[in-house]
């Protein structure tokens, strides 16, 4: 058994097969993918980060019942 990354990739056997390199073609979608939605996860941790969100300048005030709390 070999260890190379392409055994007879050209079809050393003489049969014509269909589709030889499929495989490589979905590791290079898959790559490309993840590495979008790395940069889109990336993007969106930083503009929640940086981001100027308006803050409420309305005070709250909410009073609590002394129920809620046991001494």
Do not use: W
């Not at 979905?26 to 490309?32: D, E, Y």
């Not at 940069?39 to 803050?55: D, E, K, M, T």
Request: proline share 4%; glycine share 16%; hydrophobic share 40%.
């Amino acid at each position: 058994m070999t260890r190379c990354l392409f055994v007879n990739r050209h079809g050393g056997d003489g049969i014509t097969r269909r589709g030889g390199n499929t495989g490589r073609g979905m590791g290079r979608i898959t790559i490309f993918l993840v590495g979008a939605v790395a940069l889109a996860v990336l993007g969106g941790c930083l503009y929640l980060a940086y981001g100027n969100f308006p803050v409420s300048k309305v005070a709250v005030e909410k009073v609590l019942p002394d129920a809620r709390f046991p001494k």
